[in-house]
């Protein structure tokens, strides 16, 4: 069990420079003196991880779940990058989903669509690779290549440069990660931690990874989304859920000055672990409780639009049934989409999308009556959406 103490060993310290500026410099991690956590913390951490348990169990019985761990992922990419000042909605990053032309959408969209694919390749290749430095460089690579909201990004290289956080050079920033010889070292201490069979219980171990990362800022843009694709990550390959359907940037957004707050707190001089790993938790335990209820609400959904199609004859029943299904996956659709799933005619599959229209299944997403029109499985959209607007 994690050890009880009242002082914790400091994170690093601030070091002057050559070119004139001070770098906060990282102490070698985890420290040799263990960090240590009040029994509040631990009696937080056995509540966080009572919920994910909870939460596997409502996930292992969850119908077609595969096809609703996307709309997890698209609801943490939607957050994530509008903590980074991105304005676009999980609504606009569904439907730009339909577009074939990526080149044509807005930044903000293609910012979220690049998290969105980055967040998958690192669920599928975390299946059968290790998590580390390689890995978190290719996660990093995903999100970054081609991506058009960026500053010199250099998908998948740690930086060969100084970096810094606020202000307009490193003399007057808010925060000056470590130079590169020493974020280098830190990198490899970050991922030894990763892999120690040490005393830190699990999600006090996810928050330190993630506030340890984000302090080191191994990259010239994009370390926030990246780190909090590690926290996933790290759960995921610790297997302390069945599925990847945990997101903590939804409550980072909704908390987003004291998520700041409490990083830049952590990697002070007079560093607390302790603020930010009760701020964490907090978060792991909010978000469990928001999962459950989703899970919840989409059985609920899923069982009354099935009972709705179950009522049709046996000719159009079993087409509408899969449609439904397949809408858990893409719930904004058009006739193309329809057509590829059901292999309909194209006059078959108006009449599939007018049925279920009249279903009050889907509805139309714009007022567009021509050729394009798209169709949005509203009610399903609005479990995740919650009070973003559906436009």
């Not at 103490?5 to 991690?29: C, D, H, M, T, W």
């Not at 909010?286 to 919840?296: K, L, V």
């Amino acid at each position: 069990m994690t050890k009880i103490s009242s002082k914790n060993p400091r994170i690093g310290v601030y070091r002057p420079q050559p070119e004139g500026f001070k770098a906060f410099v990282l102490e070698p991690f985890p420290p040799k003196d263990t960090l240590v956590f009040s029994s509040a913390i631990q009696q937080k951490h056995a509540e966080a991880m009572r919920l994910l348990g909870k939460l596997d169990g409502i996930t292992a019985l969850l119908p077609d779940r595969d096809y609703f761990l996307e709309m997890f992922v698209r609801k943490d990419a939607s957050s994530s990058s509008q903590i980074e000042g991105t304005q676009a909605s999980i609504s606009d990053a569904i439907e730009a989903l339909n577009i074939e032309r990526r080149n044509n959408l807005p930044q903000d969209v293609d910012d979220i669509l690049h998290y969105i694919e980055a967040l998958n390749y690192g669920l599928e290749r975390a299946k059968d690779f290790p998590f580390s430095l390689r890995f978190i460089r290719e996660l990093h690579e995903k999100l970054m290549t081609g991506a058009r909201n960026t500053h010199n990004p250099f998908p998948g290289e740690f930086r060969r440069t100084q970096n810094w956080i606020g202000g307009t050079r490193p003399d007057n920033a808010r925060f000056v990660p470590p130079p590169v010889c020493e974020m280098n070292q830190a990198l490899n201490d970050l991922e030894k931690f990763i892999h120690a069979d040490d005393e830190y219980l699990p999600l006090i171990k996810a928050g330190l990874l993630h506030a340890q990362f984000e302090t080191i800022h191994p990259f010239l843009d994009g370390n926030g989304r990246t780190g909090r694709m590690l926290v996933t990550m790290f759960l995921w390959h610790r297997r302390l859920l069945e599925m990847p359907v945990l997101y903590l940037s939804t409550y980072f957004k909704k908390h987003q000055e004291t998520y700041y707050e409490k990083l830049n707190a952590y990697h002070s001089e007079n560093g607390n672990a302790e603020e930010w790993v009760e701020f964490f938790l907090d978060g792991v335990i909010d978000i469990a409780n928001s999962s459950i209820e989703t899970c919840r609400k989409i059985t609920e959904l899923r069982e009354r639009d099935m009972r709705k199609a179950q009522k049709l004859g046996k000719a159009t029943a079993p087409k509408t049934l899969d449609m439904i299904r397949f809408l858990y996956k893409m719930p904004t659709v058009g006739i193309a989409d329809v057509v590829n799933q059901t292999r309909y005619s194209r006059p078959s599959a108006y009449k599939l999308i007018d049925r279920l229209v009249d279903m009050n299944i889907l509805y139309p997403a714009d007022e567009n009556d021509g050729y394009g029109k798209k169709y949005t499985y509203k009610d399903y959209v609005e479990v995740f959406a919650e009070d973003e607007s559906l436009g």
